[in-house]
């Protein structure tokens, strides 16, 4: 478990090793595993989540910040142990994020785990994308980062998140200005909480979390 410089968490964790499937070109972790010619190899690596153990003051942990544990590649089983964990462990808030959130409701998480949907821009009709999840009783968020185009996805009343997050791609962003504002001007008239990363180099800080 790592003290990590994502803002809307305190600690990142990876029970899951090896290069993701998602192969997104903008995949700091992609570059990680070519640099320092990590094992690509995926696998379940429980032992990542030993350092937990000792970490009793209550959290937020981010599962997964260098690979898509519910990619279709993953096997069931191995994301049960993970949520089985957080269910013993649930002082802490675990943070799921996918591009692939249809696998969700294949389980049954506790109330300690965040579930998130990325949703950057590029790919199109994207209201499916979100509506897999939505009923789901946990709090649900979306995260617009990278930020690469115009979002065609943005809430109604039936289907708005519990949280968002908007950030810029690293290390040089490529989003216009009009997009955040959209954004943030369409979810304040649901009072959905809004985090901006500091990645998007706006002139308000907005860090809310979900209540």
Not at 33 to 41: A, G, P, T
Not at 48 to 57: G, I, P, S, T
Not at 153 to 159: E, G
């Amino acid at each position: 478990m790592n003290k990590t410089k994502i803002e809307w968490c305190d600690y990142t964790i990876n029970p899951i090793k090896g290069l993701c499937k998602n192969d997104c070109p903008y995949c700091y972790a992609k570059r990680m595993y070519k640099r320092f010619k990590w094992d690509e190899h995926i696998r379940l690596d429980l032992s990542a989540l030993d350092m937990v153990l000792h970490r009793h003051k209550p959290s937020r942990i981010f599962i997964g910040s260098t690979h898509d544990i519910f990619g279709n590649w993953i096997p069931y089983h191995w994301i049960k142990e993970i949520i089985d964990f957080c269910t013993i462990w649930n002082q802490h808030t675990f943070i799921f994020l996918t591009k692939n959130p249809k696998r969700y409701v294949e389980f049954l998480f506790p109330e300690n785990c965040w579930l998130g949907v990325t949703i950057s821009g590029i790919e199109k009709n994207q209201s499916h994308i979100w509506g897999s999840f939505s009923g789901m009783n946990n709090t649900k968020f979306i995260s617009y980062e990278p930020l690469l185009e115009a979002p065609d996805y943005l809430p109604s009343y039936l289907t708005k998140p519990e949280w968002i997050i908007i950030g810029g791609l690293t290390p040089k962003p490529v989003h216009e200005n009009w997009w955040v504002e959209q954004l943030i001007n369409e979810y304040k008239k649901f009072n959905v909480p809004i985090f901006l990363k500091n990645n998007l180099n706006w002139h308000e800080k907005i860090q809310e979390f979900p209540k």
